[in-house]
């Protein structure tokens, strides 16, 4: 499986299908027992992994934010980390709380004083806060009604289709699947099944277990994604779009 | 009582300070030690499971005992009291230590391993930052402990706040006693009074309560 430069991937399967662990791998937080994970083609095993997690933003379904910190302190994690000066990393937060849809004075909170909503934007922003090449979100809106969730999910392809950002994004949810992704893959007990854009997906779902999935697809999102399907014919080699419609 | 304090100003003064150069030295001591202690109990099971054990052992050993046991090895004075102390409030500080330093949620710490921070970055920035209120709270009983401990180190020639208690008992005048134990108190109240404080200021992040 590889994923295209500037693609938002959709790791989708029910639980236990190994989704989280193959978004965990690819950062190392779990050490694959075989095979390999390729970054920019380099094997992820022979790379420093505090170098590695420079580059690689993550976002957990629980916030996760860092309660003893205010908003700034859990934004400017990775920033000071990189090493930017005061000035630059004020500049960021700044600019992310802004592009989250969160008011400036936000910086000075702490979590417990924010919603669920507001908290996964900060978890957002501090995974994008040192401009990574790759994003992973494990579920990320997995626990908000539906409401912020949907906001949240306008956001998100607001946010990629401006940076243009690799995103891998876990999901059990296919509707989310379907509507985030570009490509989307279905897994199962621990086995990648299948490997496709969306409107590829749903026209030849090649395995029984990807049709009874698919069963479940409200005919909205098939709909969303037939449209799609005609604006996205995907050259071959991976190369990408440059336009989405949502 | 402050009849007799007035009276006795200079001797007062003497012994109240003491007392309290004896217990605030005890609990640098315990702090130091415990958080040491309870770190590497945190860091490797096996000696978490010993160190804890024998912190708890620890604490049922009468500090008079302790005191009097080490009178042919240490002497009389300051620093054996000043050990039995020690050995009197230990055990908080290292139990609520390692405790402490495991409180912060997985989640937490994956999200801190994921942004990039090292073990050693993770430990200074995330768990000791979350564990600070247990382990002030740790410190606070293990402070009371000593401040009332330290009244039995008049027994070996030590000094401090005790001594006005035993020679009120022996004169059977309740004023020094009273001078003796009230004053005890007071520096208990306030060893709470200041980790309370303490204890404030570390968890203000919590539940500030929207706008």
């Excluded at chain 2, 001594?163 to 006693?177: A, H, K, N, P, V």
């Amino acid at each position: 499986m590889s994923v295209p430069d500037g693609a938002l991937v959709v790791l989708m399967g029910a639980s236990g299908s190994g989704k989280t662990t193959l978004l965990k791998m690819v950062n190392r937080l779990i050490q694959p027992s075989s095979g390999r994970i390729s970054f920019y083609g380099e094997d992820t095993a022979g790379l420093d992994v505090i170098e590695l997690r420079k580059k690689i933003g993550y976002v957990l379904q629980s916030a996760a934010l860092f309660p003893h910190m205010t908003v700034r302190g859990n934004i400017a994690t990775v920033p000071e980390i990189l090493g930017w000066n005061a000035e630059r990393i004020r500049a960021r937060t700044s600019e992310l709380l802004e592009l989250m849809g969160l008011p400036d004075d936000f910086a000075g909170r702490y979590p417990s004083q924010l919603s669920g909503g507001q908290q996964q934007r900060v978890g957002i922003a501090r995974a994008i806060a040192g401009s990574p090449k790759v994003l992973l979100m494990d579920e990320p809106f997995g626990a908000l009604d539906a409401i912020t969730r949907a906001r949240l999910q306008d956001d998100l392809l607001r946010i990629h289709r401006a940076d243009r950002s690799t995103i891998l994004f876990v999901t059990h949810d296919l509707d989310e699947a379907f509507r985030l992704g570009d490509r989307v893959a279905v897994m199962n007990e621990g086995e990648l099944i299948r490997y496709g854009t969306p409107a590829e997906l749903i026209k030849a779902p090649d395995s029984d277990y990807a049709k009874k999935l698919l069963g479940f697809l409200s005919l909205e999102a098939i709909r969303r994604a037939e449209e799609r399907g005609g604006v996205c014919g995907r050259p071959s080699d991976g190369t990408v779009h440059d336009s989405v419609s949502g | 009582m402050f009849e007799y304090i007035l009276n006795n100003r200079i001797k007062y003064a003497a012994l109240a300070a003491q007392h309290l150069t004896l217990s605030v030295t005890a609990l640098f001591l315990c702090f130091l030690i415990g958080v040491a202690v309870g770190t590497l109990c945190f860091k490797n099971r096996f000696f978490d499971s010993v160190a804890t054990s024998v912190a708890s052992s620890l604490r049922v050993v009468p500090s008079i005992a302790t005191m009097l046991i080490l009178m042919p090895v240490m002497g009389t004075g300051f620093l054996p009291a000043l050990f039995a102390l020690v050995i009197l409030g230990l055990s908080p500080v290292i139990i609520n230590t390692a405790r402490a330093l495991n409180s912060a949620g997985p989640g937490i710490i994956e999200a801190a391993r994921a942004c990039a921070m090292s073990d050693r970055r993770v430990f200074w920035r995330i768990r000791l930052p979350l564990a600070a209120p247990l382990i002030i709270t740790g410190l606070r009983i293990s402070g009371l402990s000593i401040s009332a401990g330290a009244t039995l180190a008049a027994y070996i020639g030590a000094g401090g706040l005790g001594e006005l208690i035993l020679s009120g008992l022996s004169q059977y005048r309740m004023d020094i006693l009273l001078a003796g134990a009230v004053s005890t108190m007071a520096i208990s109240l306030s060893i709470e009074a200041l980790f309370q404080l303490l204890y404030v200021i570390s968890t203000r992040y919590k539940n500030r309560g929207g706008q």
